[in-house]
């Protein structure tokens, strides 16, 4: 039972373009939608999130987009860099617990 | 303005051993959450605590896994007789109390299990 998928598990992109990352989601309860990123052997960092009211978000490089309807959010990350390189998670928030999706691997190429 | 703080970083247990993993939350944050990490997957739920008090543990295993928050000192999650599947990365995450905020989750850096 997988509410949160993230169904592309990597991602190359040329450095300068634009990254866009995608996630689903079976359970219109949730309060929050969390993006993450994580490097091997550390802990996961937050990034950027959204309130299940809104429908866009934006911190600098990074924008979550949220598409209630279609139960669809996306992280666009732009432009992008080479230490971007990273596992990202998505995460849906519900009463004190998160709920991850499986991780896309981002690979910024110079 | 230290983050999450877990130790051990890495511990290496035989089968039927106890595993005890540490967690300092974020200074000024009383919610403290374990998840766990199986190769190649995401991150897991385990159990959500608050001070002397667990307020949800619907992911943790029925036997063998425990957790406490206590007054004092560090939060522990506790594994009993580790069998080999128990190798995982675990995360301990904080937040802050009240409503604002309490949706974003802060990690440490994890402790890596490994059992033989």
């Known amino acids: 039972d997988q509410q949160v998928k993230q169904n592309s598990p990597s991602l190359s992109v040329q450095e300068g373009r634009i990254s866009i990352l995608n996630c689903d989601y079976t359970?219109?309860?949730?309060?929050?939608f969390l993006w993450y990123k994580k490097y091997p052997a550390e802990g996961p960092t937050f990034l950027i999130s959204?309130?299940?009211?809104?429908d866009k978000n934006e911190d600098g490089r990074f924008t979550v987009f949220l598409n209630k309807s279609a139960k669809h959010l996306s992280l666009h990350i732009v432009p992008s860099q080479p230490g971007d390189s990273a596992v990202y998670f998505c995460?849906?928030?519900?009463?004190?617990?998160?709920?991850f999706g499986q991780g896309t691997t981002l690979q910024v190429k110079p | 303005n230290a983050g999450v703080m877990q130790n051990p970083r890495h511990l290496v247990r035989r089968r039927g051993q106890e595993a005890r993993l540490r967690c300092s939350p974020m200074?000024?944050?009383?919610?403290v959450y374990w998840y766990r990490q199986l190769p190649e997957e995401g991150l897991k739920f385990m159990v959500y605590?608050?001070?002397?008090?667990?307020?949800?543990e619907s992911g943790m295993p029925k036997e063998r896994f425990s957790a406490e928050f206590p007054k004092e000192g560090p939060s522990i999650l506790r594994i009993q007789q580790v069998v080999r599947g128990d190798s995982a990365a675990y995360f301990c995450?904080?937040?802050?109390?009240?409503?604002?905020?309490?949706?974003?989750?802060?990690f440490g850096p994890g402790t890596r299990l490994l059992v033989l």
């Open positions: 959204i309130s299940s009211i809104k």
């Open positions: 995460a849906a928030y519900k009463t004190g617990k998160l709920i």
């Open positions: 200074k000024g944050h009383s919610h």
């Open positions: 359970n219109s309860m949730f309060d929050y």
């Open positions: 605590l608050q001070k002397e008090n667990i307020i949800d």
């Open positions: 995450a904080s937040s802050p109390a009240g409503l604002a905020g309490e949706e974003t989750q802060y």
